[in-house]
């Protein structure tokens, strides 16, 4: 399996290097680089006129370092993470998104229905999508417990959440 870290928030944009003001909303996004995914911030001006290129993205905004942190992400933007990663056959980013469906398995947004076996011999779980006429396939990697820890860590670190 590839390590990646995906890096907190340096306080400042990326496109200009002017640090962020407490309370200030930004852009904070995942973008495909040499080592992998990585984050950087964007201020919301810079965001609306140089649109750059980012796999993902989200709303996010400066913190008071003082102030205990009060972070939520919704379910929505996992399901958006989920969906953002069907075509994906990149090992790092099939086991990233096998640790979402267990996420979202958990928070009751996708429902085991069964496995089958592809052509290639993978495991492939099928998931409907609570609340739609929608089913899923996943693939399982197999994936160590402490894999899955591993993975679910550098996603609280992206997400800035505790999973």
């Avoid at 993902?56 to 400066?62: A, I, N």
């Avoid at 469906?101 to 229905?113: A, D, F, G, N, W």
Wanted: hydrophobic share 35%.
């Amino acid at each position: 399996m590839a390590d990646w870290e995906i890096k907190k928030t340096l306080g400042q944009c990326f496109g200009t290097e002017t640090p962020f003001e407490i309370g200030q909303e930004y852009y904070a996004a995942l973008v495909e680089a040499e080592e992998g995914l990585e984050r950087r911030d964007y201020s919301i001006d810079y965001w609306n006129a140089k649109h750059p290129q980012v796999f993902c993205f989200w709303k996010s905004r400066m913190a008071n370092p003082e102030q205990k942190k009060k972070l939520f992400v919704d379910d929505e933007m996992l399901m958006a993470f989920f969906d953002r990663l069907a075509e994906e056959t990149e090992p790092e980013k099939v086991n990233f998104r096998f640790v979402l469906t267990l996420i979202l398995m958990r928070k009751r947004r996708l429902k085991y229905e069964s496995s089958t076996l592809d052509e290639t011999g993978n495991e492939v779980w099928t998931l409907r999508v609570t609340g739609q006429d929608r089913f899923e396939k996943v693939v399982n990697p197999n994936l160590a417990e402490d894999q899955i820890e591993q993975l679910s860590g550098q996603m609280g670190q992206i997400l800035q959440v505790d999973f």
